[in-house]
């Protein structure tokens, strides 16, 4: 054996009675469990010490499956108890968050004593199904309608269910009382080593019936916390996916389609000069006269000054004026009255 080995072999005792010790206080209280942080601090102490102790036993490699419940020490008997504290313990969690991981912890627990409990042929009993084989040995609607046959047979399986759990509730209640006139006697240190090993042996078969009666009651619980967590999953709002929103693109709103082609961003043409440009180029080529265009700064001498030199130059045959006035002549005739001011009409 290890140095290392040797120096954690005698702390195992103290991290198993305490831990032990611990898990009977918490199951005497009468708090309830959700309400009490000592309580929960219990729990959490206990946990902490067994495990300990487990992984002291793992390193010390106590037990084998190549051999014999004769060839354990009776002073080690009472480690073979540690996967049932730890299930127990794991149970009085009240964590409702985590609670279907802790089940499933603490059956997981449970299993592991009762395989190591069946490697040594300790009492007799049947392993518990595994979860996903729950379904098939559980009589439901389609066997009770599957014919007289099988309901006989599903009939026969639950009575000598129901048989082997009376039997079972009464040799647990034996063997507590026995315990617990022999509790005081070990502990002191007074019992011989038959007696020891007849203590824990009858304690391993106490929790034999205990963790069958455990995971029986888990696998129940954890179907409830299954479609629990599966109602929560479908009832919640989905989730909305924050995609980047695509930019549009600016444009104008025109009030007809030959406003939409000159002005609109984007459209076939752009404007190039304002109207007041446009007029007075128009002007400037003398093709518009200045018809319309208010003179607030004209004196009335002047402006009949100038229609004596206009009549003048048409008297005179003035080429330019008559030009101009030919060309008005010639655009009236063509464009109509009012033509070019269609930015007002409905």
Request: aromatic content about 6%; hydrophobic content about 35%.
């Amino acid at each position: 054996m290890e140095a290392g080995a040797a120096e954690a072999l005698p702390r195992l005792p103290e991290l198993l009675e305490t831990g032990w010790r611990l898990l009977d206080e918490v199951e005497a209280s009468t708090e309830p469990s959700s309400g009490a942080p000592a309580l929960q601090d219990k729990v959490r102490r206990g946990l902490d010490l067994l495990q300990r102790a487990a992984h002291g036993v793992a390193q010390l490699d106590l037990f084998s499956q190549n051999e014999d419940l004769e060839e354990i020490a009776s002073a080690d008997l009472k480690y073979l108890l540690l996967p049932a504290l730890l299930g127990a313990l794991t149970l009085k969690q009240v964590n409702l968050s985590k609670r279907l991981e802790h089940v499933q912890s603490a059956r997981a627990h449970f299993m592991d004593f009762l395989m190591l409990s069946k490697n040594y042929n300790i009492g007799k009993f049947h392993l518990p199904p595994t979860p996903e084989n729950l379904n098939e040995n559980e009589p439901t609607e389609s066997t009770s309608g599957a014919g007289p046959a099988s309901r006989q047979s599903s009939l026969v399986a639950m009575a000598s269910n129901r048989q082997a759990k009376i039997e079972r509730y009464k040799q647990k209640k034996e063997l507590e009382n026995k315990l617990a006139s022999m509790k005081a006697f070990v502990e002191n240190g007074q019992a011989e080593e038959e007696q020891i090993r007849e203590y824990y042996l009858m304690q391993i078969q106490k929790w034999i019936s205990t963790s069958l009666e455990e995971i029986e009651s888990i696998d129940q619980e954890m179907v409830i916390l299954r479609g629990r967590n599966a109602l929560k999953q479908a009832s919640a709002p989905p989730q909305k996916s924050h995609q980047p929103r695509i930019a549009m693109k600016p444009f104008i709103l025109t009030r007809d389609a030959i406003q939409a082609k000159v002005l609109g961003a984007g459209y076939p043409s752009l404007a190039t000069m304002t109207v007041n440009d446009w007029y007075e180029q128009r002007m400037k080529q003398g093709i518009l006269p200045d018809k319309g265009i208010p003179q607030t700064t004209a004196d009335p001498a002047e402006e009949e000054l100038q229609k004596e030199q206009q009549e003048k130059k048409v008297e005179e045959d003035d080429e330019e004026t008559l030009q101009k006035a030919r060309g008005w002549d010639d655009w009236k005739d063509t464009h109509p009255r009012g033509y070019g001011n269609r930015q007002n009409m409905g």
